[in-house]
């Protein structure tokens, strides 16, 4: 089966929709000149069957899923994302981006291993392919329990 270019991009958006209750955290963006960068983290247990599959990701509640998307121009381009996640006890994490791609669309996700209740700081560095750049952006984010 197929996907739309923004398949991966609506289902994390849905997963989110339905947890907010349950967290803070929903898809930002920040604009940057002519760019927007849109980012999220969620929890790869709220990841639909499928889409996890197709991505390769593994689904678990200790395990978070990171995209970023980068829009110049409302338009997705390349660049270069590199995301690194500090947590309370000061223990770095380089989470290794990777592109996926589906026609004209492109991201960028990473995994790495949460605790739920323990908060994380995000890093993170992005270099459009145009040269511009680099545009770094920040949060701290809680993963709550899926239980």
Known sequence: MRFKPYALMIAAMAC???I???SASAQQAQRFDDYDIHYNAIPT?????????????VRSRTQAMLMITILH??????????????????QVTDVRMREVKNDD????????????????????????ETGDG????GW???FQSLE
Do not use: C, H
């Not at 247990?45 to 990701?57: E, P, R």
């Not at 739920?116 to 270099?127: H, I, K, L």
């Open 16 to 18: 989110i929709m339905l």
């Open 20 to 22: 907010m209750p349950l």
């Open 45 to 57: 247990g709220l990841l639909n069957d499928s889409i996890a599959q197709q991505y390769g990701i």
């Open 73 to 90: 121009d409302s338009a997705p381009i390349r660049g270069r994302v590199r995301t690194l996640a500090l947590d309370d006890d000061e």
């Open 105 to 128: 669309w492109v991201s960028y996700i990473g995994t790495l291993e949460i605790q739920a209740g323990q908060p994380v700081n995000f890093s993170v560095e992005v270099r459009p």
């Open 134 to 137: 680099p545009y770094d952006i």
């Open 140 to 142: 701290r984010q809680t």
